[in-house]
């Protein structure tokens, strides 16, 4: 193991160029810790699995498209049950927050984790935290149980609320110690944990992801529909993203109705000014909310109000623009069918990965098998839609609008995407395949042991 100048970082070296990505473990503070038989295996739901148990060596490509002379490159711990377990079902205390803005499967996610804990290990001390980190120090808690979140995976939003900002360390782990919590399970994005995106460049998706293209699918149609009934109809619709373009990119290319679709990491010019006089005012304005996020102007207004006048300056026709905003209606709705098996399965592997001892790591897919992802990947880069790959391509052969670029902007924007080192991923370099995030709120699991 080698340290790698960050905290907890956990390298470890193997041969061909293998680097494994560790996570820390409980053992790595308090050594000679006892184990415990995982009680899954007298589970009779799982009786009939073969090797339901993980390896312990089993790890993650993060890459998995190489050249014949390329190192294995950087793996993580495979996510999953492991044959012994560092808590019995009795000593558990676990918690549960989300913080963070809304999406699609908070609740699925919260009702997993509550009946996982109970009916694979038999927990049974399971606090909710509410209002986000603040109610840490608060003392806001309610008691969950199998009984309680039974059906809360139909709703939308989360049963336990949720706020930006508020995370006073020293509180939070004051509070932590006094009610002998050691188990806690945090549920959000960005406002989650600061810097909590780069996470995205190595997962394939954040839950709700599904959910959220095919409610704005909605909202495209409600615009071609009001667009095609009146005379010079234009529908506009403005979907969540801040950063990062992936929702309005999938959407678009599902619908096959969209005529253009502007990304914030694609620069467009209307007559000679564009986002970046966006840009400009932000800069003056400087202003953020609770999570530390930087407060944008509402583009759709703006370029809405741009077209009209365009269209109706100086004599020239009258249109009948329809400008719809769905975000709050996306954010607001329950999972899907498919974001609800992704919420599960999410929830399962933090649970077994907290039950063997693991900690400050948060769970995701990486090239379709989930993994444990060390905290430090969380205070890097955000992950954005790479203009110059095939996706993006995709998109505009599908709505045949201009790419925008100058031949200066795609040489620049190619050589910003190659990759540093020989490796290519089949996920992020070759085929567009990026991990798709739902707006500023990438939501994942992280999970911390006490």
């Known amino acids: 193991m080698a340290l790698d100048g960050r905290p907890n970082t956990k390298i470890v070296h193997g041969e061909a160029g293998y680097v494994l990505e560790d996570v820390p473990h409980l053992t790595d503070y308090i050594p000679d810790l006892p184990t415990y038989p995982n009680p899954l295996q007298d589970n009779p739901a799982y009786s009939v699995v073969k090797q339901y148990f993980v390896n312990l060596d089993d790890t993650v490509a993060q890459k998995i498209v190489v050249h014949k002379s390329s190192p ?8 999953g049950p492991r ?3 560092y808590f019995e ?18 609740n699925t996610v919260i009702r997993e984790i509550v009946c996982g804990l109970a009916h694979m290990y038999g927990v049974t001390k399971i606090l909710g935290i509410q209002d986000g980190y603040k109610g840490f120090y608060a003392r806001n808690t309610i008691p969950l149980s199998p009984k309680s979140v039974n059906d809360i995976h139909k709703r939308g939003g989360t049963i336990l609320g949720s706020s930006r900002g508020g995370h006073d360390t020293s509180k939070i782990v004051d509070s932590i110690q006094d009610r002998g919590i050691n188990q806690v399970y945090i549920i959000g994005g960005d406002g989650t944990q ?9 997962i394939d998706k954040s839950f709700g992801f599904d959910t959220a ?10 615009a071609h529909v009001e667009s095609e009934s009146v005379e010079n109809g234009i529908g506009m619709v403005k979907l969540m993203g801040r950063y990062s373009g992936f929702i309005a990119m999938y959407a678009t290319l599902a619908s096959r109705d969209v005529d253009c679709c502007l990304i914030p990491e694609s620069p467009f010019y209307l007559e000679g000014k564009g986002q ?16 530390g996020n930087k407060l944008l102007l509402d583009v759709g207004l703006w370029l809405s109000q741009k077209i009209k006048d365009h269209f109706t300056g100086k004599g020239r026709i009258s249109i009948n623009l329809k400008y719809i905003d769905p975000t ?16 599960t399965l999410l929830a399962h592997s933090a649970i077994h990965g907290a039950m063997a001892g693991y900690t400050g790591f948060t769970v995701g897919p990486v090239n379709g098998r989930h993994a444990y992802i060390p905290f430090h990947r969380v205070t890097e880069t955000q992950n954005k839609v790479v203009i110059t790959d095939r996706m993006w391509a995709r998109l505009l ?54």
Request: charged share 25%; with cysteine.
């Open 213 to 222: 293209v095919e409610e704005a699918q909605r909202a495209i149609n409600a």
């Open 328 to 343: 709050y209606m996306i954010r607001a709705i329950p999972a899907n069918a498919s974001d609800n098996v992704y919420c």
């Open 72 to 79: 294995r490159g950087t793996h993580f711990r495979r996510a």
């Open 194 to 202: 600061k810097g909590a995106s780069v996470i995205f460049e190595v």
């Open 89 to 106: 079902s009795d000593e558990v205390h676990a918690c549960i927050v989300t913080c963070g803005g809304l999406c699609p499967g908070l």
């Open 83 to 85: 044959q012994k377990v």
């Open 397 to 450: 052969s599908s709505t045949n609008q201009p790419s925008f670029l100058s031949p200066e902007d795609i040489e620049l924007a190619k050589k910003e995407d190659e990759p540093t080192n020989q490796l290519l991923d089949s996920n992020n370099q070759v085929d567009g395949h990026h991990e798709k995030s739902t707006e500023d709120n990438n939501c994942s699991i992280q999970q911390t042991s006490c």
């Open 276 to 291: 970046e006089l966006l840009a400009e005012i932000l800069r003056s304005m400087n202003q953020q909310d609770a999570s």
